[in-house]
């Protein structure tokens, strides 16, 4: 006998299925330890994450102190006055060798003017202030009665009166200015002179610091 086989029938292939969750006493039990650790790790990892900023805050702090204090010390030496020091003294020791005639016979005549100008003011206020107080009326009164005789006593008023006085005391002045000049300079060809052969005058200037 002959067996005949006919088409096989056709199934269609299933869809994915997620195996089941796991549900009961086991899967707890090993999902508690597993979530203690992580949450452990979580907070170890946290706590050195934090150590760095705790020892930065500190370091800071310790800056921070150390700043006070070393600004207390300077406004404690700042309050305190610092000791004086004796002034140092620059010194510089300076020869004369030569001067300049022609320069010492300029000063010399403008210095000699103007104490020929100031002669004559002088002379002036004093006459104008010895005649206010009758110097010159009384002491002309008693020269007059002692040298009177038949020619009439000597006027002393006349004689020195303010024109005379004047005219005397800028005759005096001309006289010292002319004398000042050429005498200054005189010295000035005598100091060379002398100078080439002791070396001049040695002067020691100093300063202050």
Known sequence: MTET????????????????????????????????????????????????KTAKAAKAAGTAQAARKNSGQEAAAAAVPAPRTAPRTRKARLRVAKADPWSVMKVSFLLSLALGVCTIVAAAVLWTVLDAMGVFSAVGG?????????????????????????????????????????LATLGAFVYNLSAGFTGGVELTLAEDE
Request: proline share 11%; glycine share 12%; hydrophobic share 35%.
């Open 142 to 182: 008693t020269i007059s009665d002692a040298t009177s005789g038949e020619g009439g006593g000597f006027d002393l008023e006349s004689f020195l009166s303010l024109p005379h006085v004047l005219l005397f005391t800028s005759v005096i002045a001309v006289i010292d200015v002319v004398l000042a000049t050429a």
């Open 5 to 52: 086989r006919g088409p096989k029938p056709y199934h269609p292939p299933k869809a994915y299925e997620p195996p089941a969750d796991r549900s009961g006493p086991d899967s707890a039990s090993e999902s508690g330890p597993k979530s203690a650790a992580a949450e452990k790790g979580a907070r170890g990892g946290k706590g050195a994450a934090e150590a760095p």
